[in-house]
């Protein structure tokens, strides 16, 4: 009852996860260019940042469903070992899968909050390489 209740829990996580990561992706921010005619220059300005909120929030949820993971199979250092043999094998196996998986979902994640991030808050110039006043 118990692997199946971590199983339900971890399934509800992940699918969290995923809806923010996919609304994340569909609220990326857009840039407007817009023209300063005191300065004469060009700037960008990038509409809401929620895309990154999203991204961290699927990030923590992905985190938080492997940590639920490492805690309920006492990540194969604490308690009874496995008994040598086939369910063994495929278990360390399975392991090292989740964590790979976990590393370069979470490494996208990231990436992606980050870039989004950059965007929204600095002001790229176009033009003469000023940096406007408007900081």
Known sequence: ???KLVLISVF?????AFGLAI?????????????DNEQDYDYCVYDSDIATGLGVGALLFLLASQALIMVSSQCFCCGKP????????????????CWLFFLIAEICLLAGSVRNAYHTKYR????????PAIW
């Open 82 to 97: 496995l008994s040598p043999g086939g369910s063994r094998a495929w278990a360390v196996i399975l392991f090292i899968i």
């Open 23 to 35: 609304g994340a992706e569909q609220r990326r921010s857009t840039a407007t260019i817009y023209k």
């Open 1 to 3: 009852m118990a692997s």
């Open 124 to 131: 790229g110039i176009i033009g003469q390489g000023k940096l």
């Open 12 to 16: 509800i996580l992940d699918i969290i």
